[in-house]
Each structure stands twice: as C-alpha cells, then as structure tokens.
C-alpha cells in the first residue's frame, strides 16, 4: 500500500464497487483531487458518479481498492471512524434539499454544528454567516415548508459549509431547479468554496454545471473514461445551440 500524492487531498486507486444486488456500480476507478480543486465528475445517469462520491465520502465501505484522504487510507477505517470523518471533515449537498421540518432555517444549518457539540450561540453565529452569503438570512427563522425549493437547497449549502468542511460533496446540487436558481445556487456555492479554500467534487449529468469546475473527470457504465457525450439539459444553452456536448478528461 503505497501513500498518494502530497498535494492531493483525496485519492482513490483501483477502486471497485458492487451494489447489495450483485450489479457493479464501479471498475477500476483511480483518481486524484487537489487541495482547494472543485472537480466535476461527469457522466450520464447510471454511470457511478453517485456512487464514487460515496466511497470518497466513507459513506459505504470499500472493499476492494483503496481511497485516501489527506494521507489517511479511509478503505481501512470502520463505520465508526468514517462517521467521524464525515461529521468533522466533509460535508454532503444532495439533490434533494432534505431538511428537519420541526427546526428553522438557522437550526437546520446549524445542526451539524451542534451535533458535534459546538455551543449554540456559536453554532448559530457561524450558520447565520452562510444563510446571509448565500442570501437567505432574512428567513433564518421561517420552517422549511416556508421556503420554496431553491431556498431549502441554499439552507442545505449553508448546512454543509457552516462547519467549514475540508471537502464538500455536491452531488447533483442543482438538479431539480429552474434556469435562475440552478445558476444563483451554483455560482453560490462555488464562489464560497473557492473563498475558503474548500475542496469540491460535484458529481453532474450537465454539461454547464460541469463547466464552472477546474477540472472534469468522466465515468460511464462504472469506468473512467476519456470521452463522454452527454445529452442536453432541457432549458441550457446546450440544448437551445446543439444536440450534445463531449467533455474531455
């Protein structure tokens, strides 16, 4: 077991993957993400992306192959020390803004925060730093089926960065939002990442979401590849100027 790169704040090598029933969600992925880097990791519906950010994340163990992070082998880790990890290091942004009903926007930010026992006070000061970035501050005490769904995604980004994570992991973040808000919520979220010096993978299926990383890389059917052509996002500038688009690694 050789260490990974220095500058590379995550790292797989040879990663394999098969779903509970039997079929592979990934073969024989490598790849290395820099400190600082937003990648994208790009491919159509099916293809791993989903699945590889949830090895890197610890999320599912790794059984075959390994995946690194900052010169710590997480494939060797147990649930208990990948929780920690996730709750200390990382944070998630899902498609689905999913957030607690019964706790206002602030309390949803700042959840993850209190759970790993910052005080109050404190952890509301930081969540409230995020909710005013990312324009939704003035709703800090609204539920979230007070908010219309672009907002909830923004309370999810906030949750995510209030923590000041190392890495945050994006995975289809503006997938289910209209033109506007897929742009305000995506520029958000990469402007307040590249302040802070957060790493971000953002797994996507869009050719523009992929655009605004530093750097794509491609799966299909598991497997990175070099080339893939994904269709257009109906709405895009891809899809009102041509039929497809190749992202090259």
């Keep these: 077991m050789v260490a990974p790169p220095d500058n590379d704040v995550l790292w797989t090598r040879a990663l394999h993957f098969r779903h509970d029933d039997g079929s592979p969600g990934l073969s024989g992925v490598s790849l290395g993400v820099r400190e600082g880097e937003i990648l994208a990791v790009s491919g159509p519906r099916g293809s791993g992306k989903t699945t590889l950010l949830r090895c890197l994340s610890g999320l599912v163990p790794v059984r075959s192959g390994e995946v690194w992070f900052n010169s710590v082998p997480v494939h060797t880790m147990g649930p208990v020390a990948r929780e920690r990890l996730r709750r200390e290091r990382f944070g998630w942004i899902d498609s689905d803004p999913a957030l607690i009903p019964e706790l206002n926007v602030w309390e949803n930010a700042a959840l993850p925060l209190?759970?790993?026992?910052?005080g109050r006070r404190r952890a509301k000061t930081a969540a409230m730093e995020w909710l005013e970035r990312?324009?939704?501050?003035?709703k800090a005490r609204r539920r979230p089926d007070e908010l219309v769904q672009a907002e909830r995604q923004r309370v999810c980004i906030a949750r995510a960065l209030a923590p000041a994570p190392s890495v945050v992991f994006a995975d289809e973040p503006t997938a289910p939002l209209h033109r506007a808000d897929h742009r305000h919520v995506l520029r958000t979220l990469t402007a307040a990442a590249r302040s802070h010096g957060i790493t971000v993978v953002l797994a996507t299926a869009a050719p523009d979401t992929a655009a605004v990383a530093d750097r794509t890389v491609s799966l299909l059917d598991g497997r990175r590849v070099r080339t893939v052509h994904l269709?257009?996002?109906p709405g895009s500038a891809e899809a009102e100027g041509r039929a497809a688009c190749s992202l090259s690694v």
Excluded: A
């Design 134 to 138: 990312l324009d939704i501050g003035d």
């Design 231 to 233: 269709p257009p996002v």
């Design 114 to 118: 209190m759970m790993r026992g910052t």
